[in-house]
């Protein structure tokens, strides 16, 4: 989701596919890089959750990546001005851990065809608050 949302507000292609999700192209296995548009990105998360009255968020983030634990720091930071509870945890393989859960947010294929339930909230946020954006849509 920050990824996506980094990449809208950085002008970035995005691409919307068959099932509704946006995705980014950005390609990132294994690396993830503190960028000049991540503290926008949870600050539209924080705007975006709060509008929508949630009342408790947890963050699953890979911990093999690179500044992972940079990002735990930035989003705990955030949310002390979000209002909404919000955990984040390190784990050794995110993609696991989602797969078996409900209400997740994600658009990535692997967990969103095997998880209980889920929610696009890039596709949310980008299309609320992100109006000049790079969008392809394939359904067209």
């Known amino acids: 989701m920050i990824i996506s949302i980094e990449v809208g507000l950085s002008g970035g292609t995005l691409v919307i596919g068959s099932d509704g999700n946006i995705r980014d192209l950005a ?55 979000w209002g909404i509870e919000t ?15 409900d209400r997740v947010v ?4 692997v967990i969103v065809d095997k998880c209980i339930s889920y929610f696009n909230v890039a596709r949310g946020i980008i299309e609320e608050y992100i109006k000049e954006c790079n969008i392809i849509n394939l359904n067209k």
């Open 27 to 81: 390609g990132l296995r294994g690396t993830y890089k503190i960028i000049d548009k991540t503290e926008e990105a949870l600050n539209l998360i924080g705007k975006f959750f709060n509008k929508y009255n949630a009342q408790n968020l947890k963050f699953y983030l890979d911990a093999p990546v690179s500044n992972s634990g940079n990002l735990k720091y930035r989003i705990l930071e955030h949310a002390k001005t």
């Open 87 to 101: 955990e984040v945890e390190l784990v050794k393989n995110a993609d696991v851990v989602l797969e078996k859960l």
């Open 106 to 109: 994600s658009s990535d294929a």
